[in-house]
Each structure stands twice: as structure tokens, then as C-alpha cells.
């Protein structure tokens, strides 16, 4: 294990991370090329030169790569915005002044409230593009002087839910996930207004501010660790196309061609490149148990909390004790935080290991710990997948009426299916109100898996023509619906992981193989006590 950071604070370790991760940053600068510049009021270009090469070799200096755009026209703009929603970070000017076709003069804008005609479009459409949930740094790097009147203008503009919270030219997400900065060009018009001579940055300081903004929005210990698998992609992006070869085709087709259903040799495709990089993600150097330790030391302030009836005193010292794997939880409760628990219950330490992340968040972890057991348990993390296919751990509703399952089919089960056969497809029920496996359904929501043996429940699916296996179809509303030969509708609502799903399935058939006996209950009685 490599123990290098291990005496590095949190936020030197994200910082790290994050600077290795960041690659790609774009600038949109209509006067990063002079001698290109046309019709531009020569102040304006003092006030807001651009230097494309300083800019670059400050970057090249940090291994990134730094693309700078100077668009002329209104169509040079919309040509750069795919450009833009690939990068790492966007650096935007403030004032772009383009020879335009439309009412709108630029040359003639001296009005503060006009300016950022083109660059507010530009960051709302990144903004909307990267939603609640996408990471997205945005920088307006300007001449322009109040540089609080610019961020006001940018609140306004977006304005979108969850709105964005203002700080010292900043505004950034209540979930953090998305910052936009204003910072000042190095220009002589700012030596004499003393609130903004600390937004000023240089060419060679940008790489910095960079990667310090983008270790705000991901300083987190699962944010790290996704950067650093990202991170290790990138680095072997060479060694995985030397694995995936094309010397391998011949014999990737005569798999496609030879099976039942050629499309199973598609599907194998995504799992067979992530555990390929599964592998590669492995063998990185991560030393995670130091990165916990320093997350605690960033992260945790004495507090005193109350789990159940028990109060705890938590500081970064027990805590850092508490995480390291020399005893079990429940001993640790008692030698660290005195808790005076009986190890020897299993009902109570397991209501204490249900409420551990308590000792980790001062707030609710309700919401965390649904996010977490998501993560874990479903595989269709990003988005829907482009088919829906009812196969094993597809969860569904009934259409109408709020009841949901799980189904157990098989996955050979489940396909090549002949377009006249009504093949039996097998659920269990997710419910309320018992004890069993918990899967989660929405965001903050679980059922119970019923899997006693008379709980199942059958339907009878026939595909649709040129199909082979059952899938479902879009409808206006946006819902995925599976029909059933009896004309029941169920909608799609999720798909767990396949080894978890055959968990669930092991679980079940346990319970067939139960054998009842009759017996004596006074040496059944014996039995069950000391």
C-alpha cells in the first residue's frame, strides 16, 4: 500500500486528484488572435486583450490541453458549444464583440446590462445541460470592471431550479455540482479598484484557480476515487485498444454469427470491456485508507450526537480510531465511545450499524444512504437503458395501481423466444410492512422482497414481431409499458445488478427447499435454547 499521502490534508489530495483528472479546458475569446480582430473599438481591445500564447504555454506547462477559440461571427459561437459541453472547464470572455447579421450591434453596446449578450446563452446552455446532477466549472475571465454586476446579470439570466447562490463573484449550486466564477483579467484598469485587485489572475496563475475551483465542486471521497478510475482510463486508453484488437474481429464475428440470437454478442459487449477495466481501475494506485483519514480531519468537528438513547462525542481522533479495522463495530462502540452495549445482541448492534453514518454527518443521512444503496444495488445509474428488456431484476409496476415487482426469469429464460409463444415469466412481489431483502425503488424509497414460496406470481409475455424477447414500449407520457398476452400493463421502473438480482433469486429458492417435519416439540424446544 502507498502511504505518500498519508500525512497530505483533504484538500491537498483532492486538489492532486483533481489536477491529474483535468485535461481539457476551453477558452472563448474573440480577441485571442489580434492580428484576426476587425472592426473593434481599440479601447476595448486594450481593455480585454487576450494573449492566446501566454494562456497556452501556462497550460502545456501542466500537461493540459488548452483549446482557444476566437469567433468572429454569431454561426462561430453555435459551432463551438459541442466543443464546449465536452470540456473539463470553460473559460468564457465577458463582452464578446462578433460581426453579426441580427438588430443586435455589439459595437455599439455601452450599456452594462447588455453586455454578455452572447456569453450568458453560452452558460445557460451549459447549465441546463448539466442539470442536478453533472459536474460543471465555468469561468468568465473579462476586462470589464464590476465584476459584481456580471455575476448579478448571470443569476438573473438562468435562473433555474435549484437556483444559484451568490457569494464574492461566485455562484455555485446548493449541491455544489456546478460553479461559475468571474475573475478579472491582468489589465492596468484594475490597479486602482482595491475590491477586485484579489479577482485578478494571470495567464500562468489560471492552471491553479482551475484545478482549485474543480476540487471544490469534487472534494469527496467518492468523487476522488471516480476521478482517479477516470483518470486511469486515460492514462491506458492505449493499453485498452491493445486489448480490445482488431486482430480479434474475425473471432468476435464468428461468435455473432454462430449463436441463436446474434444480439446476445452485442450485449456481452459492455460487460466484457467493464470488468476489463475493472481490472485496469484495480491494479491503480489508490490509497483510500489515508484519504478516509484526512476526510475525517477536514470534515469532522467535535460534536455530541444521539443515536437511539446514547449520546457520542465525536471528534476527528475517535472517529479516525473508529474507522480502522482491529475489532468488531460493536466493540469499538464500547472501548471508543463508551457506548455500554451488549456485542452479544445482534438485533442491537445491528440498529447501531444502521445508523453509523450518523457518526459521519451532523445532518440527515437518509437521502445519502438511499443514494449509496442505489449505487450498489442498480445497474442503470446514468439514464434508462435504450431497450428495456424484461429479464432477471427488471423491477415493474402495474400500471394501474401502485404495486411493484421483481422478476426472477432467468436470463437464458428470457430471450430467444418464438414470435407465437407465450412464454411464463416469474415475479416476485416488493412490499411493505415485512422483513426480508430491501431493494430501493425511488430516491428515498424501498420495498421488501416477498419471497415466500406461495407469494409468486406468474404473467405470460409474447414478443413483438421481429423480436425475441420481451420488450417494452415508449408512450407519450415518457413511460417504458410491458404488455401482457391478458392485455395488463406494467411499467418499467428500474433494473438492479445481475448478481444481485440472482441473490434475491438464491434467496427465494432457499425457501423451496425447506423441509417441514413433525417432531417432538419438547427436543424441538431443546434445540433452540442453551
Not at 462561430?76 to 443586435?104: G, M
Not at 455540482?177 to 492596468?188: C, D, F, G, Q, Y
Not at 446514547?310 to 463495530?329: H, M, Q, S, W, Y
Request: proline share 3%; aromatic share 10%; glycine share 4%.
Amino acid at each position: 500500500m502507498n502511504n505518500n499521502n498519508e500525512e497530505k490534508p483533504f484538500v491537498t489530495l483532492s486538489r492532486e486528484i483533481a489536477d491529474k483528472f483535468i485535461r481539457d479546458i476551453v477558452f472563448i475569446d474573440e480577441q485571442a488572435y489580434p492580428e484576426k480582430i476587425k472592426n473593434t473599438i481599440e479601447a476595448a481591445v486594450h481593455n480585454n486583450e487576450f494573449d492566446a500564447k501566454s494562456v497556452s504555454d501556462a497550460f502545456l506547462k501542466k500537461g493540459k490541453i488548452c483549446a482557444i477559440y476566437a469567433p468572429q461571427t454569431e454561426e462561430d459561437i453555435y459551432d463551438c458549444a459541442v466543443s464546449l459541453l465536452k470540456a473539463d472547464v470553460v473559460v468564457l470572455d465577458w463582452n464578446l464583440r462578433l460581426n453579426t447579421t441580427s438588430e443586435y450591434d455589439p459595437m455599439a453596446d455601452d450599456e452594462s446590462d447588455n453586455r454578455g449578450h452572447y456569453t450568458k446563452p453560452l452558460i445557460k446552455k451549459l447549465v441546463d445541460e448539466a442539470s442536478t446532477d453533472k459536474v460543471k466549472l465555468i469561468i468568465v475571465y473579462t476586462g470589464e470592471t464590476d465584476l459584481n454586476e456580471i455575476t448579478d446579470q448571470i443569476q438573473k439570466y438562468i435562473n433555474v431550479p435549484p437556483s444559484l447562490i451568490k457569494e464574492d463573484c461566485l455562484l455555485h449550486t446548493q449541491t455544489n455540482n456546478i460553479r461559475i466564477l468571474v475573475r478579472a483579467k491582468e489589465t492596468s484598469q484594475f490597479e486602482h479598484i482595491e475590491q477586485y485587485k484579489s479577482k485578478v489572475v494571470k495567464y500562468d496563475e489560471l492552471p491553479n484557480i482551475i484545478v482549485n475551483e474543480f476540487a471544490e465542486i469534487t472534494m469527496g471521497l467518492l468523487p476522488n476515487y471516480a476521478l482517479s478510475a477516470i483518470t486511469a482510463i486515460r492514462d491506458n486508453t492505449s493499453n485498452i485498444l491493445g486489448v480490445f484488437s482488431k486482430d480479434i474481429d474475425p473471432a468476435f464475428l464468428g461468435h455473432y454469427v454462430s449463436i441463436p440470437d446474434c444480439n446476445d454478442a452485442i450485449s456481452m459487449l459492455p460487460k466484457i470491456f467493464g470488468t476489463a477495466v475493472a481490472n485496469l481501475i484495480e491494479n491503480s494506485d489508490v490509497d483510500f485508507d489515508s484519504w478516509i483519514e484526512a476526510w475525517i480531519d477536514e470534515n469532522i468537528k467535535v460534536d455530541q450526537i444521539t443515536i437511539g438513547k446514547k449520546k457520542f462525542t465525536i471528534n476527528a481522533d475517535n472517529l479516525k480510531a473508529f474507522v480502522r479495522p482491529d475489532e468488531g463495530f460493536g466493540n469499538k462502540l464500547n472501548t471508543i465511545f463508551n457506548a455500554n452495549i451488549d456485542v452479544e445482541n445482534l438485533n442491537q448492534v445491528d440498529f447501531y450499524k444502521k445508523e453509523a453514518s450518523s457518526l459521519f454527518c451532523s445532518g440527515d443521512t437518509k437521502h445519502p444512504n438511499y443514494k449509496w444503496a442505489k449505487l450498489v444495488q442498480h445497474s442503470n445509474l446514468f439514464s434508462s437503458p435504450k431497450i428495456h428488456r424484461l429479464t432477471i431484476g427488471t423491477i415493474i409496476k402495474y400500471k394501474e395501481e401502485d404495486k411493484f415487482l421483481i422478476c426472477i426469469q432467468q436470463s437464458c429464460d428470457s430471450v430467444r423466444i418464438s414470435a407465437d409463444e407465450e412464454r411464463p415469466f416469474l415475479f416476485l412481489p416488493l412490499v411493505q410492512g415485512i422483513k426480508g431483502e430491501a431493494i430501493v425503488v425511488g430516491e428515498q424509497d424501498h420495498l421488501i422482497v416477498d419471497n415466500k414460496s406461495y407469494s409468486i406470481k406468474l404473467h405470460r409475455f409474447s414478443p413483438k414481431e421481429n423480436d425475441s424477447n420481451i420488450k417494452a414500449e415508449l408512450k407519450e407520457n415518457g413511460e417504458y409499458v410491458f404488455e401482457d398476452t391478458d392485455g395488463k400493463q406494467f411499467v418499467w421502473v428500474a433494473e438492479l445488478k445481475e448478481m444481485f438480482a440472482q441473490h434475491i433469486v438464491a434467496a427465494y429458492t432457499s425457501q423451496l427447499s425447506r423441509v417441514g417435519i413433525d417432531n417432538s416439540e419438547w427436543i424441538r424446544l431443546i434445540g433452540k435454547t442453551k
